[in-house]
């Protein structure tokens, strides 16, 4: 019997997600829980196991397609219960039902059934088939189509189809396509689709839109088509993925919040001497540390001094939620964009084990492989703008935090030192804080006592 799988939800409250790369291909044969494809979501890279032991009979989308949660994206023939092979599905019609216009039957999954990554799309009890037919009219009447002569000639007038037919519907398309017509001005129905069942792919729009410039007289003071120079002037690029949510978090972030950025300049000359030492010692042999590390163990720190940093604005209830424990955010620049997985329960690492923890986190984040339960929960974040050679800078919070500390480079500088001017190692912290949630001398006494454990990481012992 046939099985559809549809793009189940996540577990992120997302909509839609994008299919990267399909694992296996039609006729491959799979086992119950084996990897079939990755997909993107707005968040993290998510590999979908299959669903179901059986043949893979048809891959709905493709790769670089943007799809609805609920929506088929692969349809798997199984044995059915009975003992059917999986080449005799239980019910099937036989050929003389099909020949007579019949459509294959499509197999409905239960309302919010739990699968292998969360609950699929609630299914409406409307009647309403689970996809959309490949077919746009019954077997045996045939849509007549016929190729564009001309890419400049323009769409004749649709004529009046006689009653009780069945009108062809859009092209069909996946919506980073139809973004990307809209874009370059092409109207679908005038291309020919060379995807899979008539499918409109990127190649097509692009090659038709290059075919109608070379037939277009060029405007005035733009080069002539294959002359020599010509260069696009603009790059466009789908908002998709994470740099939508991205804009939208920061969006939201900074215009809920009202934020606060409160700059130290600090002589961090100790701090670097004693990563000199840890790193000879023998506890923290090929441990990575950076300056980052000891930033990061003096943020905890400094929270257990100043809790109203590790907090939360509740709108809803009207409460202030302050919390207990501490899932340290870092900050991580991908290929795939900004990303901010944390540390759960940081607060109860020793050095050597957040120095691993921060390392992993890296790895794990360039990589592509954060998940989203490493994205989500976040109680306050640090920011390492100084790995760019950057002093200082305002950053937005991360939606739900009260605080976010921007770590700045390492410079060598002319600074006081014990009445004299001497070259030390010395950079900026920047802290933005939500000012519903931390007042200016909250902040201010947070922000010093970071400063003061990397000035002389020895305060720690005051502070514990």
Known sequence: MIKEFRLPDLGEGLTESEILSWKVDVGDTVSLNQVIAEVE????????????AGVIKELHEQPGSVVEVGKPIVSFEVADDAGASPSTPSGAMAAGDLAAGAREPVVELPKREPNLVGYGAVVERSGRPARRPR???PVGERVETRPVESQATA??????KPAGTIPAERPRSTPPVRKLAKDLGVDL???RGTGPGGLITREDVQEFAGQAEQLAPPMEGQAPAGGTGAVERETRTPIKGVRKLTAAAMVHSAFTAPHATEFLTVDVTPSLDLLARLKNSREFA????????LAAKAVLVALH?????NSRWDEENQE???????????????????TVPNIKDAETLALRQLAQALTALAETARAGKTTPADLAGGTISITNIGVFGIDAGTPILNPG?????GLGAVRTMPWEYRGEVALRQVLTLSLSFDHRLVDGEQGSRFLADVGAILAEPGMVLTMV
């Open 320 to 338: 202030i939620v302050t919390f207990n424990y501490v899932n340290l955010g870092i900050a991580a620049a991908t290929p795939r964009g900004l």
């Open 189 to 191: 129905v005038q291309v």
């Open 401 to 405: 935090e009260a605080a976010i500390l």
């Open 286 to 293: 090929g441990i990575k540390l950076t300056p980052l590390t």
């Open 41 to 52: 979501t707005a968040k993290a890279v998510v590999e979908l196991p299959s669903p179901f």
């Open 305 to 309: 001094r100043n809790p109203a940093l």
């Open 135 to 137: 077919n746009f009219a």
């Open 155 to 160: 769409v004749e007038p649709v004529e009046s």
